[in-house]
């Protein structure tokens, strides 16, 4: 799995260095896993200036790395809970970005508690089954 992991880190660093790293200075990006039965993820990104301010900036569509994403989440369901991957980076260490995987309950309890009531509970995210 370590290999897996890797391996999007380095794809996710390729697909950030595409971008002017000259307007910001470190970024967050939050993929989260709600127990859909469709595959979907959230991307939520947070690149930051150098007085903190968040700005506007999104990832190019990239098939490859989507790919990776839910091979990765799928095995690491497969060894335990997991539902949100997150990647962290200062835009002059692109290259030592770092990978967390994590489980969040609060992204399980948001998504059931949208659901109507006689669904709730009832659903199995697609990387479980």
């Given at each position: 799995?370590?290999?897996?992991?890797?391996n999007?880190?380095?794809?996710?660093?390729?697909q950030?260095?595409e971008?002017?790293n000259?307007?910001w200075q470190?970024v967050?990006?939050?993929?989260?896993?709600?127990?859909?039965s469709?595959?979907?993820?959230?991307?939520?990104?947070?690149?930051?200036?150098?007085?903190?301010k968040i700005l506007?900036?999104?990832?190019?569509p990239?098939p490859?790395?989507q790919?990776a994403?839910y091979k990765?989440i799928?095995?690491?369901n497969?060894?335990?809970?997991?539902?949100?991957?997150?990647?962290?980076?200062?835009s002059n260490?692109?290259?030592?970005?770092?990978?967390?995987?994590?489980?969040d309950?609060?992204?399980?309890d948001?998504?059931?508690n949208?659901?109507?009531?006689k669904?709730r509970?009832?659903?199995?995210?697609?990387?479980?089954?």
């Open positions: 799995m370590k290999d897996q992991i890797e999007l880190r380095l794809k996710l660093v390729d950030i260095k971008m002017n000259s307007v470190d967050r990006i939050e993929f989260q896993f709600p127990p859909t469709d595959k979907y993820y959230k991307t939520i990104p947070a690149f930051r200036d150098e007085n903190g506007v900036l999104f990832l190019k990239n490859d790395f790919d994403l990765l799928y095995g690491l497969k060894e335990g809970d997991v539902n949100q991957i997150i990647f962290t980076a200062k260490e692109i290259e030592n970005g770092a990978i967390n995987v994590l489980f309950k609060t992204i399980n948001v998504f059931e949208n659901l109507p009531k669904m509970g009832k659903t199995t995210g697609w990387y479980k089954i």
